[in-house]
Each structure stands twice: as structure tokens, then as C-alpha cells.
């Protein structure tokens, strides 16, 4: 592949510091790992010195693959991670003695916290979601205080921020945001090492640098060297800066020339991924926000076909005529792989998934989890399993599933127990086991026979409560979905409850449970989760990634842009998902959404010109 004149002068950039600023599709992951290449190949320069830094793992995997095309062995020389893990090998190289600290285990963590400080009033979610923030915006604990001095919630979060930093730190703990501040502490505080990470690492580039937070310029400031020889490079596209809500600052590219005088820019306009149409349709959508760099999208690539809308009456149509394009498209020239479906959120993804199944369409999710094996949805389905079919093995894994959902603070130790209860007394099944087992603990029993309470009546409705009507028992009586979202960090493309919802609709569509049970089992198997297949994913996972055919769904007014976003970073979602398609895009949406008129999203007439 012969790069354009920008394109190569921007990979033989050699010493000093460096910006790429670029549309989509304009080469400029490529460029950067030609850069990695060239700066080996013709100037001598040693693999080890080089650090590349991606958004992502699989950001960075597929560099690696790139590089080891150019370079073979000498490309696993140059160290290509993502800032966080580059940030963890540092502070394990210099000694430090800490644990990552994420996941459930950190939602435990703050709320051990929170009871504590007695503070009820606030979930763990929102919590962990202002410490982050906080953090990647490089705001202490103390300063965090001084700030919000007359905003009584944010002085409990602030009160809980600082309890939580002491505890971690007695407990060699560290969260995600911990690497970077803690990684930027060590270099700042010890410059004979800091010294020495700019000695190893001469060359630094990072891609998707639009949607780097202050904690993370902070720590490349800290390892860019200043010496003659080496360099800084940063490559990065302000209108596809979709991060900003966990603090991630375009200003960083935008600021770039301000903050580092002197260093050179590069611009590439020229578009290698899409026709004609796409590009048109990407330049329509992006015009109509007012925050950004203006800049042209230029293209050489033969014309396709027009952008394609699909007008459903509903989501079944919406994904049934999705599907039949995607029949009709193999059996023409393309592959099931050559295929993405994108959307706005992930609760999105279920009714596609249920009718490409019917279908046999093979199909993965990207950097996820099929909706049925989602935790939310799991717990729900294995209530439903031990409400069926207590005596029977997936009974007894479904009992260990749900008896601590919500918590009901019955520990490893306990099930243990139990199960050697089942043993002893030649009780064939664990739901039966605890009911007969004596219980001293007097919260245990309590916990327990509420449970068993439950349960039971739940069962005696087996007969003629239908599946959906069950679920939605489930999430009433153990109130579910306050459960499921207080424990939630929120996300940009989740929302557990959105999720739950998708649920019951799907559950609405059978008559009894076992047959409900069976059906949501089948998806367990291995074409559903086949690489070869169609991809899925959210619009946010799908960053720098390209598709010959690309699928935007869901533009309806609510989903896209989203209810709770800004409208111009909507936009940018939306740009983004557009601007993955090489050769055909689809834009879809449907009239009734979950039973209710929906109105079309103000994006499709932008994108399709039809608004000035
Ligand atoms: N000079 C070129 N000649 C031919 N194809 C090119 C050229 N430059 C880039 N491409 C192709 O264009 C596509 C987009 O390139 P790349 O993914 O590097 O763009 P990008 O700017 O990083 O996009 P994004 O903003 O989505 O991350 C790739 O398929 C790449 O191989
Ligand atoms: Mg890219």
C-alpha cells in the first residue's frame, strides 16, 4: 500500500514532537504503524525504544498483528499496550506492592465504606462514578472537598472519596485510576526514574488521542523526553472525541500546538475507507455541530450505492429486515464477517440477536457478552431455572446464583456447608438442603427463610403465571432493579435496566417457563458466539474499526441521541458509527418502540442532507 504525500511525511517524522489531526478513515492508525516501522527500518532506530499506545487491547493486538506483517520478529520489540497497563507494568517494575482493586470486589469495597459512614442515601455506583471522574481529572480527595464545600451530596461523596483513599492505601489496593495517578506520582517524585523511563522509551506514540483525560496527558507529560533525539507523536480526530463523560478532554488535541510550541502538524483529509456516499453522508451529520475543527473529507474511492434506510413498523421488523438484507447480501459477494450491526446502547442488541439465531446467522459481540449471559439477565433466568426445577443439577447451580442476588449475605463458606449437608444427610438437592438445615445464625435464618418464602410461593404459580408475569414478579418482589442499579458504575452504552426490560419482552413472546428456559439455553452454544460471523457491538467499541457493510440501527429520537446525552456528542456517536462503513450503509428505525410511538431520530434527516 503506497501512503499519500501526507501520509509519509507524517511516517518519517523522526525527532521532536508531533500532531496528526485527521478525519476518519484517513489512514492514521496505519500511518502510525508505518511511523513504527519506518523509524526501525531507516533510521536505525532500536524496537525497545518504542512505545505505541492505544485506547484499547484489542487496539493494541491489532497493531501488533500490522507491525508483525512489516517487521515479523522484531516487531514484539516494541511495546504496544494500552496507558493503564502501560502504567501497571511500571509501578510493579519499581516495587510497588498492590492488588487491582475493580469489578465487584470495588463495589464491596465502597460500600463497606458507606455502612461505615452510615450512608444510605447514595448508591456505590454513583459514588465510584465521581471518585473516577474526580481522579481523571486530577482532583485529590482534600481538593475534591474544597470544591464542593456547600453541595451537601457531593460533601458526602467527597467525605466517602477520602475514606476510600485512606482504606485503599492501608490495604495495598489500587483502582483502575489509581495506575495512572500513582504512575505519575513515582515519576514526578523520582526524576533518576522518571530519567530512566525517557531513556527506554525515546519514541512515544499514541493513537485516538482525542479521547485522552487530564490524569493520562499528565502522565505522558511526565514520560515524553525532551531530549534531541527523540520523539512525541499524537494522532487523533476531534469530531469522533466520544469519551468526554468520563473526563476525556478533546482540548488535549486541540490545546496540542498551544501546549507543546513548536511542535509540527499534520493534516490528512483524504478518506481510503468509504464511497463517495458514505463520506457525504458522515460530512452532512458532523456539520450541524458547532463545536469543532473544521475540516474537509475528501475521497478518491470509487461511487457506491446510497446510503439504504430501513423504515420498520417495530423492532421485529426493524431486525427481521435487517436479517433479509443480510441474507441477501451472502448470497451475493459478501461474507457474514464483512457485516457489523451497530447501536446506541447494548440493551440493543437482543432482539437482533434473538432473530438472527432463528435465522442460523452466525454472530459474535465484540468485547461483550451475548444478551442472555449477561449478569442482570442470568440472575433473572436461573430464578426462573430453580423456580422450574429445584431437583435437578442446573437447579442447584441456579440456587448458588441467585441465593446471594441481592445480597443476602450468605458467604462460600455457607454453600459449602450446605452442600456437605446434602452429603451427609443423603439429600439429593441443595434447595431441599437448605431448607431442612438448622440455621444458629439468627440474620442467616432470617435471610434464609425469607428466601425459601419466596421461592415457594413463586413455585406454587408455576402452573399459570407465564414467564414474563414471573419476571416481573421477581423484579418487584426483591427489588431488583434498584438492587442491580445501585451496584452499577455507569456506562455510556449500558443500562442494566434497559436490559431487563428487553428481557420480560422476550420472555413475553412464550407461554410457559421451560419452553422460555430452553429457548434462552440455546444461546449458550458455539455459532452464537462465531468470530466468522456477523459482528455486534455498541457504536463506542466500534472506534477505529471498519466494515464493508455497515448496519446503524435504532435511529430513533431517544436512542440515538440518547435521552440523557448532549446533543453534540450524540452527534459524534452517531458520526462515528456512520463513519465505520467502507462500502454500504444502512440506517434503520422503527415507528413503535417497547409498544409505544416512537419519533425518528433528528440525525437521519441530517445525515441524508435533508436539513440544512
Ligand atoms: N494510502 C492509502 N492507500 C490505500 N489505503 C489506505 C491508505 N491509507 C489508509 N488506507 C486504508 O484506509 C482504511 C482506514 O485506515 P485507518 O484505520 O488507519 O484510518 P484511521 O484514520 O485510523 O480511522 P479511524 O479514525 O476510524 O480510526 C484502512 O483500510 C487502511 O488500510
Ligand atoms: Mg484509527
Known sequence: MQLNANQLAASKFKNGIASVVAVPGSGKTLTMTRRIAYLIQHYGIAPESILGLTFTRNAAQAMRDKLKHILNDIAAKVTLSTIHSFCYTILKNEGKVFELLHGVEQIRFIRSIMKKHKIRTLSPGTILREISLAKNNIISEYEFREIYLDDPTMEIIGLIYQAYET????????????????????LRNNPEIQEKYQQTHRHILVDEFQDTNPAQAEILNLLVSRAKDSSFYVTGDDWQAIFNFIGASVGNLLNFQRTFPGSKQFILDMNYRSTPQILTACFN????????????????NPDGQAVLVIDASNEDDEAIRITQEIQGLVSDKYEYRDVAILYRANSQS???????????????IENGMTFYQRREVKILLNYLRLIHDPESVEGDDALKNVINAPNRYIGKKFIAELEEYAQHENINHLYESLKRKPVVVPYLKHNIREFIKLIDSLMQKIETAKPAEMIMMLRETLDYDRWISEDDIPSPDDNLIANLNELQIAASKYKDIPTFLNYTDSFRDQTRNDKAGVSLMTIHKSKGLEFPVVFCIGFVDGVMPNVCGDIEEERKIAFVGISRAMKLLYLSHATIRMGRPVKQSPFLDEILGLKK
Open 167 to 186: 482504606e485503599k492505601t492501608n490495604s495495598f489496593l489500587m483502582d483502575f485510576n489509581d495506575l495512572i495517578i500513582e504512575a505519575c506520582e513515582l
Open 350 to 364: 437482543r432482539v437482533i440477536e434473538d432473530v438472527l439465531s432463528q435465522n442460523e446467522i452466525p454472530y459474535h
Open 285 to 300: 451529520l458532523i456539520q450541524h455541530n458547532v463545536r469543532k475543527i473544521d475540516k474537509s473529507l475528501l475521497t478518491e
